[in-house]
């Protein structure tokens, strides 16, 4: 692809990228068998177990989890009320879009409670095994400490594409906006309003500027983290990205990532 050549300009020495065209067709730059932690981009993986997870009738999103009035669902869409990493909640749930490790810790904790197991286990019987991601593990907390590489990133990206594990009806509702009129901030990007997520993904919507490209549509959705990690899937162009950069993510990412996005949409998207 000739929009790889715009990755070799990266502050990165180990970038590895995979882009899924509409046909099915990947291509491929980088050593995509390189391992490394995929940071927050291990919170897509925590909310695909946790869809497994209600599926199976472990669990329901209008499950309360945390403070008074809080659910599943509002933890999975960042709406809450807990801080990035605090322990204590800091406003109501549904008040405020606010991005929260905590949150995903405490869906992990839930997720141990019903189903009797450690939540890295059930990651991998519910997401890992089944999609042949056997270069992934989870060692901490959900929300930020997969290790990973591209390849089973790819294996993900495709079941975004087409799900397996869950439903297409649950796929629908977990990649379209939640809570849809909560202003918030995506750490790292700027804030929004209204900042669109869904059960799991940040949803692209009308956010500008933003880590995506200026042509990856409305309804793209996806997750990036601050190892410089990145997984997203635009349904309108059905074309799929995912990368590692081992580069924490800064100023850099969000002038070089829209740049690439953009070349690879107009170079497939045709």
Known sequence: ??????????????TAICVIDRRGKTHTFGDTERKSRIASVSKLLTAW???VAIEEGSTDLNTEVGQEGCTLAHLLAHAGGYSFDGNV?????????????TGYDLITAHLEAV??????????DAV???????????????????????DDLVEFALELRNPKLI??????????????????????VGRFDPC???????????????WMGTRNSASAFGHFGGTGSFVWHDPAANISCVGLC??????????????FFDAVLDELAK
């Open 115 to 124: 189903t009797e197991m450690a939540f890295s286990e059930y990651l991998n």
């Open 246 to 259: 081992e580069v924490e993510f800064d100023n850099w990412a969000l002038h070089y990532w829209p740049i």
């Open 1 to 14: 692809m000739r929009a790889f050549d715009l990755a070799r300009e990266w502050p990165a020495s180990n």
């Open 49 to 51: 177990a946790t869809h």
């Open 167 to 188: 439903s297409s009806a649950t796929a629908q509702t977990a990649t379209t906006t939640q809570f849809g009129e909560l202003e918030g901030t995506v750490p790292g």
């Open 196 to 210: 669109n997520w869904g059960f799991g993904p940040e949803i692209h919507a009308a956010k500008h500027p933003h």
């Open 128 to 150: 890992f095994a089944p999609l042949g991601m056997v270069n992934s593990s989870l060692n901490g907390s959900g929300a930020k400490d997969v290790v990973s590489n591209v």
């Open 89 to 101: 909640p800091i406003v109501s749930p549904n008040r405020k879009r606010i991005y929260s490790n």
